[in-house]
């Protein structure tokens, strides 16, 4: 019954240190997405899940972003050797199948990530 | 690549007042676009979506119009109230999946 969940809500680090982002879609739903928002910016795609593959990518900013998603449910997002521009609000989203147009998308409650 | 383009980026208007927010898409290829209101430190949540196929969709105070061959579409909110104060980001969706949100409108409706 619960919506998107994640975790941490908030995340400090160091430069150069690892994190880890963690993400609890709505149980049943197949697509998930990880989207960055920095501030007073809009929602910028990272990568998409259908099930526990990612056939879409090409929005991770470097090879420094990389993403999982296991059992069709939990998804972490992995930023390694963090920079200060990967300061932001990092959101993710459900939804409940991804084979035709118009499926809402239900996000969770970001995790600010600041980068000192 | 493919971007969406909103406007404008802040938006102040007196309550009762209308309101209207406008996107353009490049992709030819969307074929659903939906509006999202963002509260101040809250999630995005869908408040009206239109599938390329309609030219126009109302939900009571909010109305959202396509116009496909212009690649434009709009937001329309009657009657603000100060609780419509968010901020309003638009998306195209092509595919299943791809979407491409605008930067976002900071509406203030002042009481």
């Known amino acids: 019954g619960a919506g998107v969940s994640q975790s941490p809500s908030n995340k400090v680090t160091e430069k150069g240190k690892d994190v880890e982002l963690r993400c609890d879609p709505i149980s049943g739903h197949t697509a998930l997405y990880w989207y960055r928002q920095s501030l007073g910016q809009g929602l910028e795609f990272l990568i998409y899940f259908q099930g526990n593959s990612a056939p879409d990518k090409s929005g991770l900013p470097s090879d420094r972003f990389s993403a999982e998603r296991t059992g069709g449910s939990v998804s972490t997002l992995t930023i390694q050797r963090t920079q200060q521009e990967d300061s932001a609000v990092y959101l993710c989203?459900?939804?409940?199948?991804?084979?035709?147009?118009?499926?809402?998308?239900?996000f969770g409650p970001g995790t600010r990530l600041t980068v000192l | 690549g493919e971007n969406v383009e909103q406007h404008p980026s802040t938006l102040s208007v007196q309550e009762g007042d209308s309101a209207v927010i406008k996107c353009t898409y490049s992709?030819?290829?969307?074929?659903?676009f939906p509006w999202y209101k963002q509260e101040l430190g809250k999630r995005p949540q869908l408040i009206i979506d239109?599938?390329?196929?309609?030219g126009e969709k109302k939900d009571q105070r909010i109305a959202v119009t396509l116009n496909k061959t212009a690649k434009h579409f709009s937001l329309h909110i009657t009657e603000t109230q100060p609780e419509d104060s968010a901020v309003y980001f638009c998306?195209?969706?092509?595919?299943?999946?791809?979407?491409?949100f605008g930067t976002g409108t900071r509406l203030k409706v002042l009481a």
């Open positions: 992709d030819s290829a969307s074929n659903y």
């Open positions: 989203a459900s939804s409940l199948v991804s084979g035709e147009p118009g499926v809402e998308q239900f």
């Open positions: 998306a195209a969706v092509s595919g299943t999946y791809k979407y491409i």
């Open positions: 239109i599938r390329s196929n309609v």
